[in-house]
């Protein structure tokens, strides 16, 4: 799973900024919105940023038949 800073447990949003308890300080929306390797992440599913929002995973992408495809390239030569 990917985390973000806006699914951490320790990220507070509000009039303040967006304020991390781990590291205190202000992080920029576009930071807190984007992928990390954040070695205090802790996943919470309610999204910091709107607070009503939950986490939602998206379902994992088709593998494609690459055989399928080898054999349809082959027929039209």
Same mark, same amino acid.
């Not at 990220?11 to 205090?40: A, H, L, Y």
């Not at 939950?54 to 054999?71: G, S």
């Given at each position: /799973?990917?985390?973000?800073? @806006?699914?951490?447990?320790? /990220? ?10 781990? *590291?205190? @300080? ?12 954040? *070695? ?5 599913e ?14 994992? @992408?088709?593998? *494609? ?13």
């Open positions: /799973m990917k985390q973000y800073c @806006r699914y951490c447990v320790y /990220m507070c949003c509000g009039n303040g900024g967006n304020w991390c308890e781990v *590291k205190q @300080r202000v992080f920029p929306e576009s930071k807190i919105k984007r992928t990390n390797n954040c *070695k205090d992440f802790e996943f919470c309610i999204d910091a940023i709107y607070g009503v929002d939950t986490y939602k995973p998206r379902p994992p @992408r088709a593998k *494609k038949n690459y055989e399928q495809i080898k054999i349809e390239s082959e027929d039209t030569k």
